[in-house]
């Protein structure tokens, strides 16, 4: 009983550091993580539905581009936001939240573009109940 209860705890224990960002994202807000890993999974899902619920309009997107002002839009433009600059399904797997030093109310996720370059930038805000997604940027255009 006592060795089925300590491997209980050592799961939970590793469970929820591994669901932490960690590095230099770790920080005062344990909502990050929970956050982090229902958005990720709703992209590795192409749950358009969840994504939105997750999302606060309108989505800024890379310079020249319209912004993507409802639900409607962000299902019709899903690929151009989740596929066409970067593969974010496959970065989320590994990528983790990097907090903004000077805005602890702003993190960001930087995925490589097709030449491997971390130049693609999607943005997350908290709101005053949770954290959405608010904005992509492709930092070479």
């Given at each position: 009983m006592k060795k089925t209860f300590a491997v209980c705890l050592s799961l939970m224990i590793s469970a929820t550091v591994l669901a932490e ?121």
């Amino acid at each position: 009983m006592k060795k089925t209860f300590a491997v209980c705890l050592s799961l939970m224990i590793s469970a929820t550091v591994l669901a932490e960002p960690s590095g230099k994202s770790r920080g005062r807000d344990g909502s990050i993580g929970a956050f982090w890993q229902k958005f990720k999974a709703a992209v590795a899902m192409k749950d358009k539905e969840a994504i939105a619920n997750l999302s606060k309009f309108p989505i800024e997107m890379s310079y020249g581009v319209a912004s993507i002002k409802n639900k409607s839009q962000l299902v019709s433009r899903y690929h151009e936001v989740f596929d066409e600059q970067a593969n974010a399904a496959r970065c989320f797997e590994k990528a983790q939240p990097e907090i903004d030093g000077e805005n602890p109310g702003l993190f960001t996720v930087a995925c490589p573009d097709a030449a491997g370059n971390e130049v693609v930038i999607y943005h997350f805000e908290k709101t005053n109940n949770d954290w959405i997604f608010s904005g992509l940027d492709n930092i070479n255009e």
